[in-house]
């Protein structure tokens, strides 16, 4: 189809509210899908997502509404921008609106806690015969909402799919990759947080910048043996949705889950703080690969930081304890 596109966005929290201005931006129509009708409300008529995106003005062309079945009729393409453990949920709903045709862009980074599924995995369970890609790298939602430029990839098994989603979801402050690596994009967003709560606990913890370096470089490591063993080529992992998500996400405190782990590593309260995918994705990644048998201690000290069952102390007592081995096995 040429021409602009109507854009269905279901979730109206940061990402959804940055990936919705950006449809505008890049011609096409967008609605938000919000489960609150108050923060409906809001988007549409005070042009400021007060909760999730405060302080950004949003285009007032942007509406959104608290009724999915509206905001997927006639949608030509639907992302999906909802915490990784509701999409399941949230896809379910739109189940019964949704044409069979459309697209559905996921845009969560994590895997299922219950279930160890990818969201391309919930997705084809939830909407079976729908078209399914994921959208995934380095953006946080405040630089993308505020016009800052950066690049992500698109991919879908259907490595045409992808094509015509990158070209489409493209705008002037996102550059759209393709790729036909779908499990590879997923792994790399969803294992980036994790790690991300890492690197905010070493630094948290006062031990310095050489450690947290240290710490992203055998967290890459374990990235890439996960994401191996689930058929992922490295050459994606390498790219914007792997490397380059994990270098934004473990460097700076804009990032909720680095945020949260330098929370964990200075002693303080984590109580209240903004979603952390990788608290949700670390055990069930920590459980997944164990039974791969795949090594991931850094997985793992996070997973036993976040279960109560070791103090970031003594995480990385023992991670610097480990027995020495040679870096490339
Ligand atoms: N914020 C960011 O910079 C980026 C976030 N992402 C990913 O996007 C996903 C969503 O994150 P954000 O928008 O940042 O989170 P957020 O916390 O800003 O917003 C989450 C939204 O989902 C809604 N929600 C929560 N529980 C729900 C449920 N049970 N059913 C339906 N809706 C529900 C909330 O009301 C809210 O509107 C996450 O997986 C995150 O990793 C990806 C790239 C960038
Ligand atoms: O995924 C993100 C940037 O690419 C956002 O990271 P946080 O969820 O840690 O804020």
Not at 45 to 55: A, I, V
Not at 268 to 276: F, T
């Given at each position: 189809m040429n021409g602009p596109w109507t854009i269905a966005v279901l979730g109206a929290g940061a990402w959804g509210t940055a990936l919705a201005l950006t449809a505008l931006r890049a011609g096409h129509r967008a609605t938000l899908w919000a489960r609150r009708a108050d923060l409906a409300h809001d988007i549409t008529?005070?042009?400021?997502?007060?909760?999730?995106?405060?302080?950004i003005a949003l285009n007032p062309r942007l509406a959104a509404l608290d009724d999915m079945a509206a905001v997927l009729s006639g949608a030509d393409c639907v992302l999906a921008a909802v915490p990784a453990q509701n999409l399941r949920d949230v896809l379910a709903t739109a189940s019964a609106t949704l044409a069979r045709d459309v697209p559905v862009v996921l845009c969560a980074k994590g895997i299922e806690r219950g279930t160890g599924r990818l969201m391309s995995q919930v997705a084809a369970e939830t909407l079976p015969g729908n078209p399914i890609a994921a959208l995934s790298g380095p953006s946080f939602a405040s630089d993308v909402a505020s016009g800052l430029p950066t690049a992500v990839t698109v991919a879908s098994q259907d490595g045409a799919l992808a094509a015509e989603l990158a070209a489409r979801l493209s705008a002037p402050n996102l550059r759209c990759y393709s790729s036909d690596d779908l499990i590879g994009v997923e792994i790399g967003g969803a294992l980036k947080n994790v790690l991300a709560i890492a690197a905010g606990a070493t630094s948290g913890a006062g031990l310095g910048a050489s450690a947290v370096a240290a710490m992203i470089t055998r967290g890459f490591v374990e990235l890439r043996r996960v994401g191996v063993a689930f058929g992922a080529r490295p050459e994606t992992l390498m790219g914007l949705s792997g490397l380059g998500d994990l270098i934004l996400t473990c460097s700076s405190a804009q990032s909720r889950n680095f945020s949260y782990g330098l929370a964990l590593g200075r002693g303080?309260?984590?109580?209240?703080?903004?979603?952390?995918e990788g608290v949700f994705t670390a055990g069930i990644a920590a459980q997944i690969a164990r039974e791969k048998g795949i090594e991931t201690p850094i997985i793992d000290a996070v997973t036993g930081i976040l279960e109560g069952r070791l103090t970031v102390e003594a995480a990385m007592q023992a991670l610097l304890a480990r027995p020495l081995k040679n870096e490339a096995s």
């Open positions: 008529h005070t042009h400021e997502n007060r909760r999730y995106l405060p302080g303080e309260s984590v109580e209240g703080l903004p979603l952390a």
